[in-house]
């Protein structure tokens, strides 16, 4: 009976070792990502309007090293998308003194996080219209952006925080929609005008003459659309 004992509880003490050793990586992935999780939200949530503290650029590239080490560490969809979300977040930052070359390469990183994330994760709607937003800026109009911005409709039709963004990517790529995907984002823009209570982010989508045409042809059938807009419009303050 002791030797049955003393075997039970080496096995058990076997098991604890084991479990981690397994859980190490995640933890130790964890801890690194915390490192980057002030610079992620300073880029997050800074504007010129609302204020707040300008993200420095060291305190990014450092950002960007531990999330490098919390990917090698535990490399899980969560991982290559949290860093995505960083690296888009530098490169389109302006304020940043860098070299469009490097903008362009944390841009390239950004496109294979996202692809590797969204591999392990599909229903990420908010990466999806991340994609989408890099793949414009790394190519301009073509199909990848559209596949991506209708994984992004599919999988997060409604969410009101990247609205803006999906409708600037739908008028900059409106000429390499397919007939029966314009239809489908017509209706997708309807639905949109109808569930915002404040539609004056319309109008700051609308950067030239040809964006307001399409804006308007998309609500041509929608009740007092076409007034709203023109009141918005002479609302909107002079850029």
């Not at 002791?2 to 990586?25: E, H, N």
């Not at 308007?216 to 023109?230: D, G, I, V």
């Amino acid at each position: 009976m002791k030797s049955l004992s003393w075997l039970l509880r080496g096995m058990l003490g076997l098991g604890g070792v084991l479990l981690a050793y397994q859980a190490w990586p995640v933890a130790h992935g964890a801890w690194e990502a915390q490192k980057a999780d002030a610079v992620v939200t300073q880029l997050r949530n800074f504007s010129e309007l609302r204020g707040g503290q300008r993200a420095a650029l060291s305190d990014i590239v450092a950002g960007i090293g531990a999330l490098d080490r919390a990917a090698a560490a535990d490399p899980v969809a969560g991982r290559y998308l949290q860093r995505s979300e960083l690296v888009v977040g530098a490169a389109l930052e302006p304020a940043l003194n860098i070299t469009l070359d490097q903008r362009v390469a944390w841009l390239r990183s950004a496109e294979s996080d996202l692809v590797a994330g969204l591999g392990g994760a599909p229903a990420r709607g908010v990466a999806w219209a991340r994609l989408a937003s890099v793949r414009q800026g790394l190519q301009g109009t073509s199909r990848g952006v559209v596949e991506a911005l209708l994984m992004s409709i599919d999988t997060a039709p409604m969410l009101k925080t990247i609205l803006p963004s999906r409708m600037q990517l739908i008028l900059d790529n409106w000429v390499a929609f397919t007939p029966e995907e314009r239809e489908r984002l017509g209706a997708y823009v309807v639905t949109m005008w109808r569930l915002s209570y404040e539609r004056f982010w319309f109008v700051h989508v609308i950067r030239s003459p040809i964006d307001e045409l399409l804006v308007r042809y998309l609500l041509r059938n929608e009740a007092n659309a076409q007034e709203e807009l023109t009141d918005l419009l002479a609302r909107r303050p002079p850029k």
